[in-house]
T-cell receptor, first 111, second 111 residues
Framework: GENVEQHPSTLSVQEGDSAVIKCTYS??????FPWYKQELGKGPQLIIDIRSNVGEKKDQRIAVTLNKTAKHFSLHITETQPEDSAVYFC??????????FGTGTSLTVIP | DGGITQSPKYLFRKEGQNVTLSCEQN?????MYWYRQDPGQGLRLIYY???????QKGDIAEGYSVSREKKESFPLTVTSAQKNPTAFYLCASSGFYNEQFFGPGTRLTVL
């Protein structure tokens, strides 16, 4: 089955700096890669995603890149703000419509 | 107001009891999922259903059961056979090959 690894597990940045979270996956047939933001006690919220036929996608301050050859994808947050502090999860979806999640990155933005 | 609802938000179970967690969606999604989240770990798949009257076991199905009698509903029963059920339970849904969205979660505690 699919195995998704996520790094780092914790990340602290100064407000205004950039944050990068990286994930790798094992199943080359996986074709869809979402990123979720989860605040304490709440369900994960989809913030951006990328499909396997695209290399990069941006939405305001967040962007995701995908390297299919290396089987890794990354989340980039620019101009970080305190409200970006949360746990972020990456995931990979296989052709059977099952999703496999990384173990999460706890991001703290220091004002 | 479209989305996924889960109830109750908090649930307490005594040893030896079965409890049922509710999940309802009005997004007209075919696929529904149940995940378990423990501190410091990612989301682990319990059961998923791609279509009404059909469901498959995920990675940690032992001690759990589900039904899918209606497209919009996917209840999860935590049985007494689940020895360590204290966790945060998340329900999700997705249209086939589309994004996956999560409900707000149910926190289950064993007394």
């Amino acid at each position: 089955g699919e195995n998704v690894e996520q790094h780092p597990s914790t990340l602290s940045v100064q407000e205004g700096d950039s944050a990068v979270i990286k994930c790798t996956y094992s199943d080359s047939a996986s074709n869809y890669f979402p990123w979720y933001k989860q605040e304490l006690g709440k369900g994960p919220q989809l913030i951006i995603d990328i499909r396997s036929n695209v290399g990069e996608k941006k939405d305001q301050r967040i962007a995701v890149t995908l390297n299919k050859t290396a089987k890794h994808f990354s989340l980039h947050i620019t101009e970080t703000q305190p409200e970006d502090s949360a746990v972020y999860f990456c995931a990979a979806r296989n052709t059977g419509n099952q999703f496999y999640f990384g173990t999460g990155t706890s991001l703290t933005v220091i004002p | 107001d479209g989305g996924i609802t889960q109830s109750p938000k908090y649930l307490f179970r005594k040893e030896g009891q079965n409890v049922t967690l509710s999940c309802e969606q009005n997004l007209n999604h075919d696929a529904m999922y149940w995940y378990r989240q423990d501190p410091g770990q990612g989301l682990r798949l319990i059961y998923y259903s791609q279509i009404v009257n059909d469901f498959q076991k995920g990675d940690i199905a032992e001690g759990y059961s589900v039904s899918r009698e209606k497209k919009e509903s996917f209840p999860l029963t935590v049985t007494s056979a689940q020895k360590n059920p204290t966790a945060f339970y998340l329900c999700a849904s997705s249209g086939f090959y589309n994004e996956q969205f999560f409900g707000p979660g149910t926190r289950l505690t064993v007394l």
